[in-house]
């Protein structure tokens, strides 16, 4: 059976991205049912779809395009969510236009991909999107310094990017703590290794948005995963 869609007003996506949300990825989905686990996880309350786009130059493995991100667009929002497209690619400029048109809410990019990032940023919000900002590991916080007020949000990775299922970065509270000084005007976000033993030492410092990839799809039951995840980080 299909879930039901809600009907009633729902928020936009600015207004859902300045919650406390959990965004279950794609990535970890089993993609002969993803439809039917995106509704499952939307029933259970999620709001942020999270699709990881990876090329096979900036990141080894390649993953998914527009085609995808536009085949759930609809689904997302007629339940009342917003898709948040995640570039793990290099030139991501070139893309911008693409995942707009595709129904992308926010669009978030690699500080280490692109050396006009000012002006990618300045390019996403023109689509009419979300502008995000993604730091890898090993990317100082500082980096962000200069690009205060362009960017909605601010993405720690908390793994290496490339791969789902990976180990929580211990280091990465004292990192979202630093963001969450440098950039008092942009949402934070963490992405990796995100699970219900961990999100609360990144919610407790100040991050608000939480992909969980394998810690909800991976589980034999994902909407009770995203509950439990979701119930830890104090998101609605």
Not at 155 to 165: A, D, E, F
């Amino acid at each position: 059976m299909e879930a039901a869609i809600d009907t009633s007003p729902t928020a936009s996506p600015r207004e859902l991205f300045a919650t406390r949300r959990v965004a279950p990825s794609i990535l970890s989905a089993d993609f002969s049912k993803l439809g039917a686990q995106i509704a499952d996880v939307m029933a259970a309350g999620a709001r942020l779809i999270h699709v990881d786009v990876m090329d096979g130059h900036f990141v080894p493995p390649i993953t998914i395009g527009p085609l995808v991100a536009g085949s759930i667009a609809d689904q997302v929002h007629q339940a009342g969510g917003a898709l948040d497209v995640h570039l793990m690619i290099e030139r991501p400029a070139d893309q911008v236009a693409e995942f707009a048109r595709a129904g992308a809410d926010c669009i978030t990019f690699h500080f280490e991909a692109d050396a006009h990032a000012h002006r990618t940023l300045g390019a996403i919000r023109e689509a009419g999107c979300l502008a995000g900002l993604a730091l890898n590991p090993g990317t100082p916080a500082e980096s962000v310094t200069e690009l205060t007020g362009s960017a909605d949000v601010v993405l720690c990775m908390s793994v290496n990017p490339g791969w789902g299922g990976q180990a929580f970065i211990a280091s990465s509270p004292d990192k979202v703590s630093r963001l969450r000084r440098l950039a008092p005007g942009a949402r934070i976000e963490v992405d990796g290794g995100v699970d219900a033993e961990t999100v609360g030492s990144v919610a407790q410092v100040g991050a608000s948005l939480f992909v969980a990839g394998s810690a909800v799809f991976g589980d034999p039951q994902p909407a009770q995963a995203y509950r439990r995840i979701a119930a830890a980080a104090g998101a609605e």
